[in-house]
């Protein structure tokens, strides 16, 4: 009797191992023609002209004043071809816009007989192979596109994300659906994925900060508010209709109202389009809201003033004239292990195993899967052959090492393995050979890093010259204007890394003091302020820095702050 999983087991089932959902609210569009991508270059607010074939970004366009018209993926599959995925409701905008801009240009854009699904989780990458009958052709870059064959019709993979996981959107013909169909469920019955439901598949996409056309975003929203610009915009492309207004956001500062993460107490989900105030005053409007399996809390997606943008921040608000606790939190509000992560907890968890037990079964089994998901790992490589030898599984042994030599063959503790395991089995010349090979590889490494130290001492010599003569050049600057920005930054920074931090932090603090909204400033000072051990006025200047970054956009100091206050605040509970 088949039973059938709750929505909270089917995310769980996903994050662990793999599950699948058909994407009847996407649909592709097929472009091709000699101008397509000259033509989209003008149209789109991304650099179409810096993919090759087999590569895709994000993408979107908007109007001129960078009111959203579409937001969508595109990805080359040709010299004059590709393909763009975009929500189904989101569809006729898409094409009206590129067609009523067509006048000559060699442009076909046309509906895509595919149906679309997604194949998502840590182990979904051997179940598209599957599918795609294909050990090296599987896209692994986020957007990467790659054609196959499924019973002797035309389809596509493309590496997309829909649930923090990593895996694919795959595109087939209409006519393979009720194949698909079938083989999927032959998949479910072997425990190898399950079907997501709509309710889990909802989960996803709010944990993983999608928003939904309709739901999240419309075409009142500019652009910078919804963070979608910060993979769907290249600010050195050439003009685009609402270009300018994009750029003088990116310049001048933030958007009043932005898109993040709210993390909400109590059981109440607040209704969609709820106003949030703050002591009476209008902090935020809620978007989609959902409780997160993950998070074990409620979520919402919130557009929040940009006075109230740094994460993780308590505030006592009320929604709909309601009281609520929430904490402000960057999107996503999940963030998945990479692949090699994974392997190297189930590494970690395998060796554990064997020093509180005999039994060797199940050490085994979490390495190989540990290896099937990084097949880098030679760590894993090893103390699998070690546990294979033990069990006098010795061409098996033999055989694993050989399958890391293939994959790297300087790999110095593959040939020293197979030496050992050869001469357990009586093969003394095989073993000496390996031997030799390893002793032969040992050299050659010590003298490689001998050559590279030697590079090195010489290369330091060099930059700290460099840096001596930056010094001189910043104080004589600082002589004429003590309050100099880029001088004293850059004064801070060689400092910073001469190692010099007790000199790195008046010009830091200088920047910090005159120039508030600088937030490179703010992530350097508070590098130097754990480097000296004061780790309160660490976590005091991160926190300040984050408040400004937030407000300003700028994301990538805003992550790296957040994520050393974290790290300070778990090591000084």
């Known amino acids: ?79 004059e071809s590709a393909v763009i ?24 854009l046309t509906s895509s007989s595919h149906f679309v699904l997604a194949l998502q989780g840590p182990e979904s990458q051997e179940i598209i192979k599957n599918f795609t009958r294909s050990n090296d052709s599987i896209p692994e870059k986020p957007n990467d596109i790659c054609k196959f064959t499924f019973e002797g019709l035309p389809a596509l993979a493309i590496a997309k994300s829909l649930t923090g996981e990593e895996g694919c959107v795959l595109a087939f013909q209409t006519e393979s659906e ?32 999608i928003p ?14 919804t963070g979608l610009e910060h993979n769907s915009v290249s600010y050195n492309k050439g003009c685009y209709i609402g270009q300018e207004v994009i750029a003088r956001i990116k310049t001048y500062g933030a958007p009043n109202f932005a898109l993040m993460g709210l993390i909400i107490e109590g059981d109440t989900l607040p209704l969609p389009d709820s106003e949030i105030k703050l ?49 402000t939190c960057l999107l996503p509000f999940y963030q998945p292990q990479t692949r090699k992560d994974r392997s190297k907890a189930l590494q970690d968890k395998a060796l554990k195993l064997y020093q509180r037990q005999d039994d060797l079964d199940q050490p085994v089994v979490l390495l190989r899967e540990a290896i099937e998901l990084d097949p880098k790992n030679a760590t894993a490589y090893e103390a699998l052959g070690v546990f294979l030898s033990k069990q006098n599984k010795l061409d098996e042994a033999i055989a694993l090492m050989k399958r890391l030599v293939e994959i790297n063959p300087e790999e110095i503790m593959a040939h020293s393995n197979l030496s050992v395991y050869y001469m357990q089995q009586g093969r003394i010349e095989d073993a000496e050979r390996e031997k030799g090979e390893a002793t032969a590889l040992q050299f050659e490494k010590a003298i490689a890093e001998n050559m590279a130290k030697k590079t090195n001492e010489d290369k330091v010599k060099q930059d700290l010259a460099e840096r001596e003569q930056k010094i001189s050049m910043f104080k004589q600057v600082l002589e004429i204007d003590p309050a100099d920005q880029v001088a004293n930054f850059g004064l801070g920074s060689v400092y910073h890394d001469l190692k010099r931090y007790e000199e790195a932090l008046p010009p830091l603090q200088t920047v910090v003091k005159e120039y508030k909204d600088y937030s490179a400033a703010y992530v350097l000072l508070g590098k130097t302020m754990e480097k000296l051990s004061r780790q309160d006025e660490a976590i005091q200047t991160y926190r300040e820095g984050i408040a400004v970054a937030s407000k300003k956009g700028d994301l990538m100091p805003l992550k790296e702050m957040q994520q050393k206050l974290n790290q300070l605040i778990h090591s000084n509970p």
């Open 212 to 225: 939904s056309y309709g739901k999240d975003i419309n075409d009142k929203n500019i652009l910078p508010e």
């Open 178 to 209: 009720d194949t698909i169909t079938k083989k999927l469920l032959e998949l479910e019955q072997q425990n190898l994925l399950t079907h997501i439901d709509h309710h889990a598949r909802e989960v996803f996409r709010i944990e993983s900060g």
């Open 85 to 108: 995925l975009v929500e189904t409701q989101q569809k006729e905008n898409l094409l009206n816009h590129l067609n009523s801009f067509l006048f000559r240009e060699d442009v076909t």
């Open 1 to 79: 009797m088949e039973t059938t999983l709750s929505s909270q087991e089917n995310h769980s089932y996903l994050r662990e191992k793999a599950g699948y959902f058909f994407l009847d609210d996407l649909c592709l569009i097929s472009a091709e023609g000699s101008d397509l991508f000259s033509y989209l270059q003008t149209q789109t607010t991304n650099d179409v002209n810096e993919l090759n074939p087999g590569q895709g970004q994000n993408n979107a366009i908007v109007d001129r004043k960078a009111r959203i018209i579409s937001t969508f993926s595109l990805h080359r599959t040709g010299e």
């Open 279 to 327: 002591n009476s005053k209008k902090l935020g409007i809620i978007k989609s809201s959902i409780f997160s399996y993950s998070l074990h809390k409620n979520i919402s997606l919130a557009y929040i003033q940009k006075d109230h943008r740094s994460p993780d921040i308590d505030l006592e608000v009320t929604i709909d004239n309601k009281p609520y606790k929430v904490r």
